[in-house]
C-alpha cells in the first residue's frame, strides 16, 4: 500500500547546529504537511505545501516540496532547545492522509 | 516500530446509519488513544482523547452524543459516528500513545475514509 517514509528515526544535535529531516512518498502527492508534536502533546500543524517544488520558510524552518511531489524536507536553521519534539509529515493522496513516523529531534544546550 | 491499526479504511453508509471505527494497538498496550479528523486539504483536527476504562474527553465544538467513543481494553479503542450525516463524511485518524518510551511516542492509524450518502 501507499506508504511515506521519513528520516532519520532520530536525531540529536548541539543547539545552534542545523537539523533536516526528510519525507519521501512511495507515490505521487497532492500535498504534504508538517506538524510538530511537543513531548508528551499532540501534533500541531505547521505547514502545507501543494506546488510541485514549492519552499516555505516559517523564521528558522524551510520547507520544501520535491518537483515530482513525491519527497519533502523541513530544515532548521540554528537549532534551539525549544525545537525539541518529534516532526511528522504527512502526505496527502486520493483524500487520505498519510503519516510518517516522525523523526524525534532532541537538542543539547 | 509500534503499529496501530485502524479499521476499516473505507466506509460508505446511508445518512442516518451509525458508522463504527476501530483503532488497535497491535504490539503495545495504549491507556490513551487519540481521535482526528481531517477535511479535504486542511490540517488535523483533534477530536477526543480516549482514556482506557474512563470517559472520553472531548475537544470543544465536538458532539459527545455523535461521536461515541469507546476504550474498553488497553488496545482497543472505538469511534462511532451515530446518524451520520453527509457533513460527517471525513477522514477519520487515530493515534495511541505508546508509554514505554520516555516521552510516550504517538503512532498514527492509517486512517479511515467515511463517506455518507
Known amino acids: 500500500g501507499q506508504q511515506v517514509m521519513q528520516i532519520p528515526q532520530y536525531q540529536h544535535v548541539q543547539e545552534g547546529e542545523d537539523f533536516t529531516t526528510y519525507c519521501n512518498s512511495s507515490?505521487?502527492?497532492?500535498?504534504i504537511q508538517w506538524y510538530k508534536q511537543r513531548p508528551g502533546g499532540h501534533p500541531v500543524f505547521l505547514i502545507q505545501l501543494v506546488k510541485s517544488g514549492e519552499v516555505k520558510k516559517q523564521k528558522r524552518l524551510t520547507f520544501q516540496f520535491g518537483e515530482a511531489k513525491k519527497n519533502s524536507s523541513l530544515h532548521i536553521t540554528a537549532t534551539q532547545t525549544t525545537d525539541v519534539g518529534t516532526y511528522f509529515c504527512?502526505?496527502?493522496?486520493?483524500?487520505?492522509?498519510?503519516f510518517g513516523k516522525g523523526t524525534k529531534l532532541s537538542v543539547k544546550p | 516500530g509500534a503499529v496501530v491499526s485502524q479499521h476499516p479504511s473505507r466506509v460508505i453508509c446511508k445518512s442516518g446509519t451509525s458508522v463504527k471505527i476501530e483503532c488497535r494497538s497491535l504490539d503495545f498496550q495504549a491507556t490513551t488513544m487519540f481521535w482526528y479528523r481531517q477535511f479535504p486539504k486542511q490540517s488535523l483536527m483533534l477530536m477526543a482523547t480516549?482514556?482506557?476504562?474512563?470517559?472520553?474527553?472531548?475537544e470543544q465544538g465536538v458532539e459527545k452524543d455523535k461521536f461515541l467513543i469507546n476504550h474498553a481494553s488497553l488496545t482497543l479503542s472505538t469511534l462511532t459516528v451515530t446518524s451520520a450525516h453527509p457533513e460527517d463524511s471525513s477522514f477519520y485518524i487515530c493515534?495511541?500513545?505508546?508509554?514505554?518510551?520516555?516521552?510516550?511516542?504517538?503512532?498514527f492509524g492509517e486512517g479511515s475514509r467515511l463517506t455518507v450518502l
Open positions: 507515490t505521487t502527492l497532492s500535498n
Open positions: 480516549s482514556n482506557e476504562g474512563s470517559k472520553a474527553t472531548y
Open positions: 504527512a502526505g496527502g493522496s486520493q483524500g487520505n492522509l498519510i
Open positions: 493515534s495511541a500513545r505508546d508509554m514505554r518510551g520516555a516521552d510516550g511516542e504517538l503512532f
